[in-house]
């Protein structure tokens, strides 16, 4: 690790320590994967509610053997330990059966954006050398029969997600139960039939438990190898660190397969023996009467998503009265989000920060703190590391660089994987010597709050003066008639580059470019506020919540 840069920064100090209570600073020790977790719960309660979808309801022992004739059924079909198993669904029962199956019997899960196009899965099948698909008989019929037949592929089996529930919500689940398909197996009919599990395929905190696919923001994804002592500790700390009650109600508002909802979820769920609410997709609506339904007492998800719900014509305080702590990832919180939602609603929505390579969170506002919003750039905090992680900010060099002076974001902890499937040339580069280097820039200050700037490739330069876009985003949140902002840098002719903006409207609001334009020029240096201002209806986004910077740029590329 390198020194400090003048000589008093010490990162290794963890100043942030101090903003810790005894709980979370305490050692943790945790069992040795959700496995372990899941045996421990079904030994204490067995029949708690591990799942509930809809009007449906799966306790603890329930779902253990029901996942242990999925991993049976796997054995069976001569899937062997350390075998990748892909798994592309939506945030059902059956997702949870498909990942504890697979891991029961000693294979690798790598989970599958079901948004993901048929090229898009090709690559994550061949890339990983799957042997076993486990997806929606939808999803199956529609494409991905023809994607894995030229892939390595050789054991398949379908859902139907309309099962483990009869509510039959159309507003999620307004689709038709296919036919039983004649070349691959059924889930729910395997998990039923009691297939013993397979003996002695136990797996340790250093097996690989998941390989997931970074979003391929720069070239084709990369596999993150997500061990399970990584998940097992970030989901320990999830349970000292919440301080929620017992057993806790989880509700799943990142999608699963995304490394925070995988790991903020479900891990930390079943980590805490708590109950885990299931809605299938995002849908303000759903979601809102999950919460009235369920009660949940945490959740966490995208800024997008707490947008879409704080907008909903029948949202009321009483959707979140339940709530002991709601925290966001995956996407920039703008702080007059914050602001408004509690003003709105009540609850204070805690900043977090993580990448599928730290396993999800290495930084996070505690309970009973407020995450502090930087004077100078109107940045709000992420919050602080966890007191096994040491976070240091550095220069091109690597060199600790002041508290309070932008660098680059790198991380050490137990959460960071050790490196990229099958890429020792990109793990090298991105885990000198076991460090995450994120390309992410920003900040601390000397009480150990963490600030992130923005993406180091996101960078605009317009005529040699460094704009970065959660700056002008973060002022164009405070407009009240804006619901969603973007900012990307486009060609200019004269500047190199210039600042446009992406923004789309609250229900019912009017704001034209020139006046949004015009907003941040009061608020923004010159060289800042942006040029050009587009109204879109919504702006595109990852399943996960975070808006696709990348597709902007391409459309304004196009539009050149």
Same mark, same amino acid.
Do not use: K, M, N
């Given at each position: 690790m390198s020194g400090p840069a003048d000589g008093g920064v010490r990162y290794a100090d963890r100043p942030w320590l101090a903003l810790l209570n005894d709980a979370? @600073?305490?050692?943790? %020790?945790?069992? +040795?994967?959700?496995? %372990?977790? *899941?045996? @421990?719960?079904?030994? $204490?309660?067995?029949?708690?509610?591990?799942?509930? !979808?809809?009007? =449906?309801?799966?306790? !603890? @022992?329930?779902?253990? $053997?029901? /996942?242990?004739?999925?991993? =049976? %059924? *796997?054995a069976e079909r001569g899937l062997r330990r350390g075998d990748r198993v892909a798994v592309l669904l939506q945030n059902s029962p059956q997702f949870v059966l498909a990942v504890l199956g697979a891991w029961k019997a000693g294979a690798i899960v790598v989970p599958v954006n079901p948004m993901y196009k048929a090229g898009e899965?090709? %690559?994550?099948?061949?890339? =990983? +050398?799957?042997?076993? *698909?486990?997806? /929606?008989? @939808?999803?199956?019929?529609? !494409?991905? #029969? $023809?994607?894995?037949?030229?892939?390595?592929? #050789?054991?398949? *089996?379908?859902?139907?997600?309309?099962?483990?529930?009869?509510? =039959?919500?159309?507003?999620?689940?307004?689709?038709?139960?296919?036919?039983?398909?004649?070349?691959?197996? +059924?889930?729910?009919e395997v998990a039923r039939a009691g297939h013993p599990a397979p003996p002695e395929r136990d797996l340790g905190p250093d097996d690989i438990a998941l390989i997931s696919y970074t979003s391929g923001t720069s070239g084709a994804p990369k596999g993150a190898t997500n061990t399970h002592g990584n998940i097992m500790h970030n989901a320990e700390r999830q349970r000292t660190g919440l301080e929620l009650p017992e057993p806790p109600v989880y509700f799943a508002l990142a999608p699963l397969f995304h490394i925070t909802g995988m790991v903020c979820q479900l891990g930390a769920c079943l980590n805490s023996a708590g109950t885990l609410v299931l809605a299938y997709r995002f849908e303000a609506g759903v979601v809102l009467d999950a919460f009235a339904r369920h009660r949940p007492h945490y959740t966490v998800g995208p800024s997008t998503a707490f947008m879409a719900l704080a907008a909903h014509p029948d949202v009321t305080p009483d959707h979140f009265a339940s709530f002991e702590v709601i925290s966001s990832g995956g996407a920039p919180l703008p702080p007059a989000l914050v602001e408004k939602f509690r003003a709105g609603f009540g609850p204070y929505i805690r900043n977090g920060y993580g990448l599928t390579e730290c396993t999800a969170p290495c930084a996070a506002v505690p309970p009973g703190r407020e995450a502090p919003v930087d004077p100078v750039s109107g940045t709000l905090a992420v919050g602080v590391p966890g007191p096994d992680t040491v976070v240091r900010i550095v220069d091109e060099q690597g060199a600790d660089v002041p508290f309070g002076e932008q660098g680059e974001i790198v991380v050490r902890g137990p959460q960071v994987v050790p490196g990229y499937w099958r890429r020792p040339d990109a793990s090298a580069e991105t885990f000198p010597d076991g460090e995450l280097r994120t390309g992410d820039i920003g900040f601390m200050d000397p009480q150990g709050w963490l600030y992130v700037v923005d993406r180091k490739k996101d960078m605009i330069n317009a005529s040699g003066f460094k704009v970065w876009p959660r700056e002008v985003e973060d002022v164009l949140y405070t407009h009240p008639a804006v619901r969603e902002a973007a900012v990307v840098g486009v060609p200019d002719g004269y500047r190199g580059e210039t600042v446009k903006a992406y923004v789309s409207l609250r229900p019912g609001a009017v704001a034209d470019p020139d006046e949004l334009a015009a907003y941040c020029e009061e608020r923004l240096a010159a060289y800042k506020y942006p040029r050009q201002v587009e109204v879109l209806p919504d702006l595109p986004k990852t399943a996960s919540g975070k808006i696709l910077r990348r597709e902007l740029r391409s459309r304004s590329r196009v539009s050149q």
């Open positions: 979370q @600073r305490a050692p943790v %020790h945790p069992d +040795d994967t959700l496995v %372990h977790a *899941l045996r @421990r719960v079904v030994w $204490e309660a067995p029949e708690r509610t591990f799942l509930a !979808y809809f009007d =449906g309801r799966l306790g !603890y @022992r329930e779902a253990d $053997e029901l /996942s242990d004739s999925v991993a =049976g %059924h *796997l899965v090709a %690559h994550v099948l061949r890339d =990983g +050398d799957v042997a076993a *698909l486990i997806c /929606s008989d @939808r999803a199956w019929e529609s !494409y991905l #029969r $023809e994607t894995a037949a030229d892939s390595p592929v #050789r054991v398949v *089996l379908t859902a139907c997600e309309l099962d483990f529930q009869t509510d =039959g919500d159309a507003r999620v689940l307004g689709f038709e139960r296919l036919p039983r398909a004649a070349d691959a197996d +059924d889930l729910t």
